[in-house]
């Protein structure tokens, strides 16, 4: 099985940095080093969107329109697991959300937003920005 691990929200003042980390790990018959990752966000009573998404064998990185320019993603690999970063700076009160991880096999048929797109979800980790 894949397994995905969140960590690094908190509670922190607008125009203040977070930086989230996720920890993607495969099995003996799932490799991960293959895979796309994605940022995703809901905020209480929204939708969940995506944030930004990267592919882990290229590096190739998307954001959201809401982040470009503030956000960057970014990911480690080693053996049968991907760390993916999400550097958060000039945060708004509007960034506040729980923020999960996903992961799955690269899909042509869904952009990297897609929440169908990914068949791993991490737990989640709050950010809460205050004004």
């Known amino acids: 099985q894949v397994q995905v691990v969140e960590s690094g929200g908190e509670s922190v003042q607008a125009g203040g940095s977070l930086r989230l980390s996720c920890t993607v790990s495969?099995?003996?018959?799932?490799?991960?080093?293959?895979?796309?990752m994605g940022w995703f966000r809901q905020a209480p009573g929204k939708e969940r969107e995506g944030v930004a998404g990267?592919?882990?064998?290229?590096?190739?990185?998307?954001?959201g329109d809401s982040v470009k320019g503030r956000f960057i993603i970014s990911r480690d690999a080693a053996e049968n697991t991907v760390t993916v970063f999400l550097q958060m700076n000039n945060l708004e009160p509007e960034d506040t959300a729980m923020y999960y991880c996903a992961a799955g096999r690269p899909d042509p048929t869904t952009s990297w937003s897609t929440l169908t797109g990914y068949n791993y979800w991490g737990q989640g980790t709050q950010v809460t920005v205050s004004s």
């Open positions: 495969g099995s003996t018959s799932i490799s991960v080093r293959s895979f796309r």
């Open positions: 990267i592919y882990s064998r290229s590096g190739l990185a998307y954001y």
